[in-house]
């Protein structure tokens, strides 16, 4: 990784760290000198990150978090400062897509699902954080995880992209009235980046037809995210908050 910010002594909380994203955030954040709380709802997916991270000189400790549930978000709070310390950064990645059907198809419990993990569980998490910050007199940075279709829309993707657009506008609204707090909270809203869940889709000719349409001709890398996330979590970004931070490739300039 040859991008680096010096997080020594701070510690990071990273939801939906059992893979994908989230295990590269946590690995990223790990390598730049943070403790980081894995958090996801099964521990045991957790392991092998953090004998990886701990294998790379890291710090990590796995721990259960279930964002729906106000209680399970505490205890994991609790859990990471009994072992690491106060958590200084978070990276609310916890989210679901839903199933990739027309809105008239999804029933509106399907749709009530996906806004409670990917928009109230990541509003659960982070007025966490807050709470536990501001009572401690403590600067912090949360980075929402966003995507690009909460700022653009796409098919059968409506339950996702309303939660998306809700989580940067929740970040806006965090933003504004925890600034006086010293905790910035900025929005990452990566394009399309490939992994091992959609590699046979960007494999089909729909997908290469897909790939087309982005302005760079290509998907982004985990690598990609890597520069704009320690950005974020950083001091880089000390004078930053309510931004919602594009990686996409110009795909939003893309031509309609």
Do not use: C
């Not at 259960?64 to 106000?70: E, G, S």
């Amino acid at each position: 990784m040859s991008i680096s910010a010096d997080l020594r002594g701070k510690v990071a909380l990273v939801t939906g760290a059992s893979g994908g994203l989230g295990s590269r955030f946590a690995q990223v954040l790990a390598a730049n000198g943070a403790a980081v709380a894995l958090a996801a709802r099964r521990v045991d997916r957790l392991e092998a990150l953090a004998r990886a991270i701990a294998a790379a000189g890291g710090r990590a400790l796995p721990v259960a978090m279930d964002v729906t549930d106000d209680a399970s978000v505490a205890a994991a709070f609790e859990a990471a400062q009994a072992a690491l310390g106060p958590v200084d950064i978070l990276v609310n990645n916890s989210g679901i897509a839903g199933r990739g059907v027309p809105m008239r198809e999804v029933p509106p419990a399907e749709f009530a699902a996906v806004l409670e993990v990917n928009l109230t569980g990541a509003y659960r998490v982070a007025r966490e954080a807050a709470l536990r910050l501001i009572a401690a007199g403590r600067e912090g940075s949360i980075v929402n995880i966003a995507s690009i279709l909460g700022l653009r829309v796409g098919s059968g993707v409506g339950a996702y992209a309303a939660s998306k657009a809700g989580l940067v506008q929740l970040t806006r609204a965090m933003a504004l009235e925890w600034a006086r707090h010293d905790i910035r909270v900025n929005a990452l809203a990566p394009g399309y980046v490939l992994t091992d869940l959609n590699r046979d889709f960007f494999a089909s000719e729909a997908g290469k037809a897909m790939i087309r349409r982005i302005p760079q001709r290509r998907l982004g890398e985990l690598a990609d995210l890597d520069g704009p996330l320690l950005l974020l979590a950083s001091d880089a970004s000390r004078y930053m908050t309510g931004t919602v931070l594009v990686v996409d490739g110009g795909h939003l300039q893309a031509g309609l």
